[in-house]
């Protein structure tokens, strides 16, 4: 079979060239001379010696014209400002053959050409209508059924489609994750929803193979086959040869990942469906039996350019547009269609004719339904929040014989011990929260047998086994993709970053990725997790910038994020419990940030006093998100609002400056950092007559700006005021790093300041 129809009379040297591949199409079928074989009954291969029976390819031809004309629906009413998307599909509809041969339950991951592998899941539950739901997100409609009119993404509940808004590549790692939870969850007891037999689609370009997140999924998926475990992800590569203007060469891809042990390669031809219906099957096939990873080069082309607004006649000289166009996949079924008697030419033309119809049709239609309008629309599904539902089941206390079972006896109960420091505090909590919840995992780096680096996991890996926590390998972006993966599945992913400065490497799989899903799925699908990382500074022998990252901004501008930092114990623990509550009913995620060198501080004002360790909190007791811990709450004279280390620090500061000024001091953590309660913020800034913000992050773009503008915004800038803040500098080793961070000195003396 070829492959790719003979040159066609591309003649239009017109700009307007989603006009000349519709033109092509109708001359092509107009024009076509051949063989006419006897029409096949629907079980009948399409043409001898293929795969694809003639009900198969039925079903294909038409999905492909669907894409193909909301490709052109599309250009056609962008101009008119009726449409918003026009990243389109065409040349790439061979990738209906990869919806065809698997099923709505096997998650989805898609890139934006998949308007044919979109139409064809469809298929697979009637009465449901691609043209339709795809004209409403086409027209930013809220009522599109998966953004609620918020992005154009392939996506739907019902079908497994998540939506991706990935930079790229991005989604690479959370599908992989995905994939390997469908294992985690049987070796947990988890009630998966989706059969256990599983797979999941991911589908990527080959140029955005290249980047590094991808890569990283690769080497991942390599990796988790090595050690034979499961990971049922097929990688399918669209190969249409450029990335937007820049070429990929010839033969690259293939030679690329032909060979990589752990990630076994197939080709197939996505511009033939007669010649690739079985090469496709037979890497789905495959992926399905072994559970292994399976890389799909699926070839394509790219017609019409990238995008809507992608003059290609600007940098693309004719002949080579009009070589490009000729191998529309389109050309290639409609001579199919042809050959095989299936349809005459005029039934190929009235097809193309009446889906044309269909939708623009849909598209008028869709045009006159509501769009958002008000910030309160938009926003509503981004961060989901129900404080009675959260604090109930934050406070639920139900577990009282696992605990027992876990703990030894009532006796060794850890609210019946001493006070202790926080790093004992948060790995008693972690042991609760295994126990309340049977669908949490913690992983991460060295959290197993070692228990973290600083043994804040301990004794987690012998009391629910390696099933529930284990150890990954070194990537930050695979870590957090592995737990978007689970929690897709509805497990309780606790992912630990072993470092703040560690997290940077992967901030988009929390920025783009995790925080970003129920947003742009309405609220449909969610990445509940509780994201532990090691953070701030402090450290005593054990510095440098690495392990002594004081970087917030980049979690707090992240939407939706939840960022929690306790400064001792007992917070801890009650802060733990309301995140995984937050992450159980209502989907967040969140950020729980650990002072390393507070984790094993045992004393506040002087060496063996022991005040900064605390009593464990009862089961029952939970912490309200945003609420903040105040010190001497009477007192007005100073006010001081902080947060981690910065907490202690204030407190012995405090002393000094009520013997120094005679001044009543009041402290405030925050304790938590995004969201900000500006309002408890305005409300002891008003009560106070002088305040100072302590931030041992940088001057700039730190916590204290966030506290500062509340102030000011709540009218109580004109107070006198001072900010104690690090500097604007990465962290140096040994005593150096004393140098450019906050000290208790500088509290006072911000103080003294004031006067």
């Not at 298929?123 to 930013?140: E, N, Q």
């Not at 063996?608 to 945003?626: A, K, R």
């Not at 800038?717 to 690090?726: C, D, E, H, N, Q």
């Amino acid at each position: 079979m070829n492959a790719v129809p003979a040159l066609i009379p591309a003649r239009q040297k017109d700009v307007n060239r989603a006009k000349v591949c519709d033109d092509n199409f109708i001359e092509f079928v107009n024009d076509w001379q051949g063989e006419v074989l006897p029409k096949p009954t629907p079980a009948e291969p399409i043409l001898d010696g293929s795969a694809c029976s003639a009900e198969d390819f039925d079903a294909l031809f038409r999905s492909q014209l669907i894409s193909r004309h909301l490709d052109l629906m599309a250009r056609v009413l962008r101009v008119q400002q009726k449409v918003f998307y026009t990243i389109g599909s065409s040349g790439h509809e061979g990738n209906a053959m990869v919806a065809r041969l698997t099923r709505h339950t096997d998650p989805a991951f898609l890139h934006y050409r998949s308007g044919a592998f979109m139409a064809e899941r469809f298929r697979k539950l009637p009465g449901m209508d691609p043209i339709m739901d795809s004209a409403l997100s086409f027209a930013a409609s809220k009522d599109d059924p998966i953004s609620g009119g918020r992005h154009k993404v392939w996506g739907s509940k019902p079908l497994w489609v998540l939506p991706q808004t990935s930079t790229i590549a991005s989604h690479l790692p959370k599908a992989l994750g995905t994939a390997v939870a469908i294992e985690q969850a049987k070796r947990i007891g988890h009630a998966s929803p989706i059969p256990d037999d599983s797979i999941v689609i991911c589908t990527f370009g080959d140029a955005s193979s290249n980047h590094a997140t991808a890569q990283t999924a690769f080497n991942t998926a390599q990796w988790t086959a090595y050690q034979k475990l499961p990971a049922p992800v097929l990688f399918v590569c669209e190969d249409n040869g450029i990335g937007i203007s820049v070429k990929t060469p010839s033969g690259w891809v293939a030679n690329a990942f032909r060979n990589r042990d752990g990630l076994d390669y197939f080709y197939a031809d996505g511009l033939d469906l007669a010649e690739g219906y079985a090469q496709v099957k037979r890497a789905v096939d495959h992926c399905r039996t072994t559970r292994r990873p399976t890389f799909l080069h699926l070839r394509t082309t790219r017609i019409m350019g990238h995008a809507g607004t992608d003059f290609e006649i600007e940098w693309r000289s004719f002949e080579e547009l009009m070589a490009v166009e000729s191998g529309d996949p389109l050309l290639r079924s409609a001579a199919i269609a042809l050959q095989s008697g299936l349809m005459s030419k005029q039934e190929v033309l009235g097809l193309y004719e009446s889906t044309r119809k269909q939708c623009f049709a849909a598209a008028a239609e869709a045009d006159k339904r509501p769009k958002l309008e008000t910030l309160e629309e938009v926003i509503a599904p981004l961060a989901p929040y129900t404080p009675e539902a959260v604090r109930i089941e934050a406070a639920r206390a139900d577990y009282a014989d696992k605990r027992l079972s876990v703990f030894g006896s009532e006796a060794k109960l850890p609210e019946k011990q001493a006070p202790r420091h926080m790093a004992i505090q948060i790995n008693n909590a972690l042991h609760d929260l295994f126990c309340k919840y049977p669908e949490t995992l913690l992983f991460g780096e060295d959290v197993a047998q070692k228990g973290g680096v600083y043994t804040v996991t301990k004794g987690l890996q012998k009391a629910f086994k390696g099933a529930r926590v284990f150890n990954t390998l070194l990537d930050e972006t695979m870590i957090l993709g592995l737990a978007q993966g689970f929690a897709n599945l509805g497990m309780l992913p606790m992912p630990e970053i072993q470092y703040l400065a560690y997290f940077h490497n992967a901030c988009d799989q929390i920025r783009g990725e995790a925080c970003s899903l129920q947003f742009f799925s309405n609220g449909q699908y969610r990445n509940p997790m509780l994201m532990r990382i090691a953070s701030l500074g402090y450290q005593r022998g054990f510095g440098g910038h690495f392990h002594n990252d004081n970087s917030i901004t980049a979690l707090r501008d992240i939407p939706s994020l939840v960022v929690g930092c306790p400064s001792r114990g007992d917070d801890a623990v009650t802060m733990l419990r309301s995140m995984m509550a937050l992450a159980k009913v209502d989907g967040r995620v969140c950020a729980y940030l650990e002072p390393i060198a507070l984790y094993m501080t045992k004393d506040l004002y002087a060496a063996g006093d022991g005040l900064w360790q605390t009593l464990y909190p009862e089961p029952s007791e939970t912490m309200e998100i945003g609420a903040e811990r105040v010190y001497f709450p009477e007192h007005e004279d100073l006010l001081i609002i902080t947060f981690g280390n910065g907490v202690p620090m204030s407190l012995r500061a405090a002393r000094e400056i009520e013997k120094t000024l005679l001044w009543k001091v009041r402290i405030v953590d925050l304790r938590w950092l995004q969201p900000l309660n500006q309002q408890a913020i305005a409300r002891h800034a008003r009560e106070c007559k002088r305040i100072i913000v302590v931030d041992e992050g940088r001057r700039s773009a730190g916590v204290g700006e966030g506290v500062i503008t509340a102030i000011v915004e709540a009218g109580q800038g004109a107070k006198p005021l001072r900010r104690v803040v690090g500097a604007d500098t990465y962290t140096p080793l040994a005593g150096a790093a004393f140098a450019v961070i906050p000290a208790d000195a500088d509290i006072v003396n911000a103080a003294i300041d004031l006067v």
